[in-house]
């Protein structure tokens, strides 16, 4: 976990973004908060999370993806502020 990770799942939790319905675009993660990193780094990112399961796809937005986090996510960030 980094710092970019960090505040991916802190974005998502703090917005939430916890199940299918209310799921988040990249573009507003990337909105959300100024910390200066592509949205193709923050969806790279994404990716990886949703590998680990820590992160969820939710419904389509349009032709945009979106995305939640999951209980996992939740306790991996809970596990990371200790």
Same mark, same amino acid.
């Given at each position: 976990?980094?710092?970019?990770? =960090? ?6 939790? %703090?917005e *939430?973004?916890?199940?299918k319905?209310?799921s ?12 200066g990193?592509?949205e193709?780094t923050? =969806?790279?990112?994404i990716?990886d999370?949703e %590998?680990? *399961? ?5 419904l ?9 986090i999951?209980?996992a ?7 990371e502020?200790?």
């Amino acid at each position: 976990m980094n710092r970019l990770g =960090f505040i991916i799942l802190s974005i998502l939790r %703090q917005e *939430g973004a916890t199940n299918k319905l209310s799921s988040m675009t990249v573009r507003e993660i990337a909105s959300a908060e100024e910390f200066g990193m592509k949205e193709n780094t923050i =969806f790279k990112k994404i990716k990886d999370f949703e %590998q680990s *399961g820590y992160i969820g796809r939710g419904l389509k937005e349009g032709r945009a993806d979106t995305f939640f986090i999951t209980p996992a996510g939740c306790e991996c960030l809970e596990r990371e502020k200790q």
